[in-house]
């Protein structure tokens, strides 16, 4: 039987582990290298990098922490942050990431996501959606709107019919990522996600609001996520890998449990 | 006796580099290869590949790399395909409607169940059960999971085929052999501790069973 993943998401800020609170006021935490060998010795099951540097000429430092990483780390590795183009991607795959995740590149030319799926193959893109709760409206008939740039730019387009496109585009999974949410350790968007793993096909991996393996369990149950993404829960030690994957087991789930 | 050397064959389907790097975190000495001659009279062989059944087969037929797996595999000398590589070995996919290798007698088809809450392609870890004990697969205990990323599955012509077995709403053949030559539908190089010590079996493994 095909297990729920548990994934960890480090942002990277000019090769450092940084972690945000709502997309602001990041602060770097620790080696993205040791965090990354660190959570794979214990278990967890897929890992994603984000690049969040703001200067251009600090971009190559990534391909040299994703080679590090994945010299050492043998299991899923998913790169995404400022991927425009598909010789973005493959810089990434020939350094060691498996996955590619598109974000706002995207949403601004969807092309983008057909693109990549032809260079890499469909279930190498991870299509990365930043999404608002906002009221409903005409334009935005699910009251989820895409937003781009950490949050910080409103688009107009309904994230439902964003995931749904993108699936039609050729993405292999979809990241939701919900904004409001993230950073607070209140728990993921429940609704949202579920609206979206139920409207789409491909696998969905909820993003955004984790602070206690009771949210894992309620997002992977309630939610139909297929995964489910942590940051701040295990980057600053209140819990590991282990011990989220060995409660979400307890309470019936299924999840790898020997590694 | 010299080092013996692997050769990851090279037929443009996919990123080869996570193969080599955990091939050489088992200690084999392995390289990427597109020069059919040389896969032909290698060591060792590995015959990874992601992406679709159509372009991958006219890929290997374009350079004569098809005539040299059979060769290889002919030879007695042990070859491991993965994923794409497994499904090529058999006589035909459903996917692009291609006419593959015939190494192992059978055929490839697409996971067509109809049910919403499983999502296609079958993405993320799952369990393999040994059916069958094999050199590779020792040391795979009960309820150890790999990583699987396909659409399509294998469906041997014969059981004496199947090594191991997983579930995904049907029990399909996800690791299969004949003699010296052993393939599974699961990414050992993305799996973890038990991925590599697959890999350690296969470095370890003359090609008989």
Known sequence: MLSKRVIACLDVRDGKLAKSVKFVDTKDIGDPVEKAREYYLDGLDELVFYDITASSDKRNIMLDVVEMVANQVFIPLSVGGGIRSVSDATDLRLAGAEKINVNSAAVQRPELISECAQAIGNQNVVLSMDILKVPVSDDIPSGYEMVINGGRTRMGIDALAWAIRGEELGAGELVVNAIDADGTKEGYELNLTRMISEAVRIPVIASGGAGTPDHLYD?????????????????????????????????GLHIRMSW | MGKTQTLIVDYDAGNLHSVRRACVEVGLDAEICADADRVA????????????????MRSLCANGMDEALKTVIGSGRPVLGICLGLQISLDYSEENNTRTLGIIEGEVKR???????????????????????????GGIEPGDAFYFVHGYYPSPASDD?????????????????????????????????????????????????
């Open chain 1, 219 to 251: 997002v992977l149950t309630e939610g139909k996520a297929d995964a489910a993404l942590v940051a701040s829960m295990v980057h600053y030690g209140e819990y590991t890998v282990s011990g989220i994957k060995q409660e979400l087991h307890d309470r």
């Open chain 2, 41 to 56: 009279a290698a060591d060792r062989v590995i015959f990874p590949g992601v992406g679709a059944a159509g372009a991958a």
């Open chain 2, 111 to 137: 996971f067509s169940f109809d049910r919403a809450d499983l999502k296609i392609p079958h993405m993320g870890w799952n369990e393999v059960e040994v059916v069958k004990p094999h050199p590779v697969l």
């Open chain 2, 161 to 209: 085929a199947v090594y191991a077995t997983t579930v995904y709403e049907e029990r399909f053949a996800s690791a299969i052999g004949r003699e010296n030559y052993f393939a599974t539908q699961f990414h050992p190089e993305k799996s973890g501790r038990v991925g590599l010590r697959l890999l350690s079996n296969f470095a370890a493994w003359d090609g008989s069973c």
